[in-house]
């Protein structure tokens, strides 16, 4: 009997605060959309490609593709690619390329005047070749900063020195160009 008497009032006060939950389809409330980015996250949308010479002659071409996966987070794909020459021509030797999620965190860290995002990298696969290996796991994510500076160029922290957070303390030298 007093089993029934606590079911019986549950079912009451749940009837009486406009039922027990939102998903059921009794529900009128359409649930709520999740938007593209919005910012400076949805100006990081888009193909961006940096090559940079190396001091052994040869050189590195860094790429990143985002596209919206939520209102706070991107898809991402990233490859490192390693040449003979000091333009990122000729016959790749080695090459890196990871993918995941981009996760867009609240804050944003100030260098000179450039406003850089605090974001976590979140990598779900990968897959390395030539010259580049990996011992480990290079799928455990981390947290990075990007930029867009005033001249369009998309920035990143160098990674040597981090803060108490993870976060690196100064924007690296690669610059990234955004492709058409």
């Known amino acids: ?29 359409p649930a709520p959309e999740v938007g593209p980015p919005q910012g400076k996250a949805a100006e990081l949308l888009g193909n961006w490609r940096a090559c940079t010479p190396l001091d052994d002659a040869g050189s590195r071409e860094d790429k990143y ?19 003979p020459s000091a333009d990122c021509t ?19 860290k100030e260098f000179s005047g450039t406003q850089a995002l605090m974001v976590n990298f979140w990598p779900e696969s990968f897959s390395t070749g030539g010259s580049i290996s990996f011992s480990g796991d290079p799928t455990g994510g981390y947290a990075q900063l990007l930029s867009i500076n005033s001249d369009g160029l998309l920035l990143e922290g160098a990674t040597e020195d981090l803060d108490e957070l993870g976060y690196p303390t100064s924007l690296a030298g690669f610059e990234y160009y955004k492709l058409p």
């Open 65 to 83: 593709t985002f596209t919206a996966d939520s209102a706070r987070d991107l898809a991402y794909e990233y490859t490192h690619a390693l040449y």
């Open 90 to 108: 000729g016959g790749e030797t080695g090459h890196y390329t990871q993918s995941g999620v981009l996760h867009i965190d609240e804050g944003v």
């Open 1 to 29: 009997m007093c089993f029934r008497v606590v079911c019986l009032t549950s079912a009451l006060v749940l009837g009486a605060c406009g039922g027990g939950g939102g998903g059921s389809p009794a529900s009128t409330e």
